[in-house]
Structure formats: C-alpha cells, structure tokens
C-alpha cells in the first residue's frame, strides 16, 4: 500500500504523472497499427474514413491512459480538502527525492514528527480512495 501511494505521490507532485499521461496520448495518437500488406484485389466497399472518431475512442478506450488519468483527478479532488500547511509539506516533501523531513521541517516551521504524521494521514485517505 505504502510503496504504491508514495509512487503515485511523487510521480503528481513533480510532475511525471502530467509527463505519462502526455507521453501515453502522444503513442495512442500516433500508432498507425499494423500496416496492410493486402495488395491488389478489388475495392473496399464498406470501409469507413473516420480517422478523428477512431483515434477519440482509441483514447478512451485505453485502459493506461484513463487510470492515470483517474490518479490524478483523485490526487488533486483530496489534495485540495486538506489544510495548506499538509498540502505545503507534503508537496515539498514528494517534489524531489533529495528533500529530507529535516528540510521539510526547517523549511516550514513544524517538528518532523508532525510533517510525517501529516504524510501519515494523507496516505491513509489516498490509500481509500486510490
């Protein structure tokens, strides 16, 4: 449970979720698929010529794309019910991988104790939801 939220709070708080999920549509848009080798023989009657339609239900229809898609709209809906301090701590703390909680707590005025019991918190809350 812990290793998996961390994962997915560090990935939203620098960035690298908004990064996936661009980089996902960027290969759903332009995968080509197989190519068609069918030379010759006669006309398609009944082929549709929906390129905008097919690559829109491509992107729906993408179970990767729309799970982290479905991350990050939870981590943003209960990122912003918690109080500024907790989000300003743990934003701080899953930014970057060399912040330390000694940082965390110089940097905004409280005891480590209390900045890892606020992490403590919203990973339980996440940990229901996500």
Request: glycine share 4%.
């Amino acid at each position: 449970m812990a290793d998996r939220i961390d994962s997915i709070l560090r990935d939203y708080f620098s960035g690298r979720l908004d990064l996936k999920i661009r980089q996902r549509e960027y290969e759903l848009r332009n995968d080509r698929g197989p190519t068609d080798e069918n030379i010759g023989g006669g006309k398609a009657l009944n082929k549709h010529a929906r390129p905008l339609d097919d690559m829109m239900i491509r992107l729906e229809s993408d179970k990767t794309l729309q799970t982290l898609i479905k991350q990050k709209e939870d981590v943003e809906r209960w990122i912003a019910t918690f109080e500024p301090d907790k989000q300003k701590v743990v934003s701080y703390y899953y930014s970057s991988r060399s912040v330390t909680w000694t940082k965390v707590a110089q940097q905004f005025n409280v005891s480590e104790s209390t900045a890892k019991s606020w992490r403590v918190e919203i990973k339980h809350i996440l940990a229901a939801v996500l």
